[in-house]
């Protein structure tokens, strides 16, 4: 069974610029949700997507967006990039939305913005 | 609201030795609680999560951790590390439907 994947891997953007990634969940999962990571402040969740829809949403500018398509495929978009934004971008998958259930994480995107 | 304190950034250990990395925990709801590891440049993979039942959990690798309600702790163990443990390890807890992370305690192994 195929993993997360997080496509691009690594990208360099320029300030103001945007930029779109992507995420695959894991076959028949239905959630997925986005953490950004960065050494000063660690993990922090983004937004959970299910069923196409926004369940939760973390504390993040509304230059973050993000969309779920009806394959559960989801993209992240961040607008007007600044140098703060540069950071590690995680996507989880999970088959269901219960404070239970496992998330599996894909290799992340590098977002490097100069 | 929740939080998770990883109490100590980074633990140098030698290899074979027991290693414990501590984690602490406030949530006003009851949580699910969860150890992840992460290896450079990679995501993160599920050491071992604690639902319900025992309160000693058991995972992959070797490594195990106990689920302490009045100390609100969730210490991860290992009694004996190898080189290839050499990580970041991050607690999380779920009691609203979002992973909350702590601030992750690197371990490292030397020969």
């Known amino acids: 069974k195929a993993g997360v994947t997080q496509t691009p891997r690594y990208l360099i953007k320029t300030r103001g610029q945007q930029v779109t990634l992507s995420c695959s969940p894991i076959?028949?999962?239905?959630?997925v949700s986005w953490y950004q990571q960065t050494p000063g402040q660690g993990l922090q969740f983004l937004f959970e997507?299910?069923?196409?829809?926004?369940?939760n949403k973390g504390n993040f500018p509304g230059r973050f967006s993000g969309r779920q398509f009806s394959n559960s495929r989801s993209e992240m978009n961040v607008s007007t990039l600044e140098l703060g934004d540069s950071a590690l971008y995680l996507c989880?998958?999970?088959?269901?939305?219960?404070?239970?259930?496992?998330?599996?994480f894909g290799q992340g995107t590098r977002l490097t913005v100069v | 609201a929740q939080s998770v304190t990883q109490l100590d950034s980074q633990v140098p250990v030698f290899e074979e030795a027991p290693v414990e990395l501590r984690c602490n925990y406030s949530?006003?709801?009851?949580?699910?609680l969860f150890w992840y590891v992460q290896y450079p440049n990679q995501g993160l993979q599920l050491l071992l999560k604690?639902?319900?039942?025992?309160?000693l959990v058991k995972g992959i690798n070797g490594f195990e951790a106990e689920f302490n309600k009045s100390q609100t702790s969730f210490h991860l163990r290992k009694p004996s590390v190898h080189i290839s443990d050499t990580a970041e390890y991050f607690c999380?807890?779920?009691?609203?439907?979002?992973?909350?992370f702590g601030k992750g305690t690197m371990l490292l192994v030397s020969p």
């Open positions: 989880a998958s999970s088959y269901g939305t219960g404070m239970n259930t496992e998330a599996f």
């Open positions: 076959s028949g999962h239905r959630s």
């Open positions: 997507y299910f069923s196409e829809t926004q369940r």
């Open positions: 949530s006003s709801v009851s949580v699910y």
């Open positions: 604690y639902l319900s039942g025992s309160t």
């Open positions: 999380a807890v779920n009691g609203y439907s979002t992973l909350t």
